[in-house]
Structure formats: structure tokens, C-alpha cells
């Protein structure tokens, strides 16, 4: 069993809000999304589907805070065809 003391004990992070925790550090030192995974495997035994949860929520995030989608130049914003009634 490895102790504290041990230069390869890692912890596990396994609860969501010590995950979105970290995830947020790593992204406030300027860590890309793609490179958070194997930061925080340095250091932790890491739920891979929870972090990938994470990571799906943090894209839409930030998608959504960039705005709506532009219209596109025919005037069709979702691409379907509507006739004037």
C-alpha cells in the first residue's frame, strides 16, 4: 500500500465538483481542453467519464458565450427552406 509520502501516490478525483474544480484551474493557466486529460493524469487517478462529462459541458460553454450562430448570407439560418405565407 502506498502512502502519502510515496513520490508516486496518486489521489483519485472522482467527485464532479473537484473535477470542474481542477478543470477550471488548468484552463485559467492557459491548459488548451485537449491537453487537460493528461495534466491532471500527472497528478491524479482520473475518472475518464466524468472528465470527458466535464469537458463536453466547458465546450458548450464557451461555445455559447462566443453568440449566436450568424445568419448565413441567403438568409437561411438553419438551412431549411420557408416560403413566405
Same mark, same amino acid.
Given at each position: 500500500? #502506498?502512502? =502519502?509520502?510515496? $513520490? #508516486?501516490? %496518486?489521489? *483519485?478525483?472522482?467527485? =464532479? %465538483?473537484?473535477?470542474?474544480?481542477? /478543470?477550471?484551474?488548468?484552463? +485559467?493557466? !492557459?491548459?488548451? =481542453?485537449?491537453?487537460?486529460? $493528461?495534466?491532471?493524469?500527472?497528478?491524479?487517478? /482520473?475518472? +475518464?467519464?466524468?472528465? #470527458?462529462? +466535464?469537458?463536453?459541458?466547458? *465546450? @458548450?460553454?464557451?461555445?455559447?458565450? @462566443? !453568440?449566436?450562430?450568424? =445568419? %448565413?448570407?441567403? !438568409?437561411?439560418?438553419? !438551412?431549411?427552406? *420557408?416560403?413566405?405565407?
Amino acid at each position: 500500500m #502506498n502512502s =502519502p509520502a510515496d $513520490p #508516486n501516490f %496518486k489521489t *483519485r478525483l472522482t467527485d =464532479p %465538483k473537484a473535477m470542474v474544480a481542477q /478543470v477550471k484551474a488548468l484552463l +485559467v493557466k !492557459g491548459i488548451q =481542453p485537449d491537453e487537460i486529460a $493528461p495534466e491532471l493524469s500527472k497528478i491524479y487517478y /482520473v475518472d +475518464v467519464d466524468l472528465l #470527458n462529462a +466535464v469537458l463536453r459541458v466547458v *465546450r @458548450k460553454m464557451a461555445a455559447s458565450a @462566443k !453568440g449566436p450562430e450568424e =445568419p %448565413k448570407a441567403d !438568409g437561411q439560418s438553419d !438551412g431549411q427552406n *420557408r416560403a413566405a405565407a
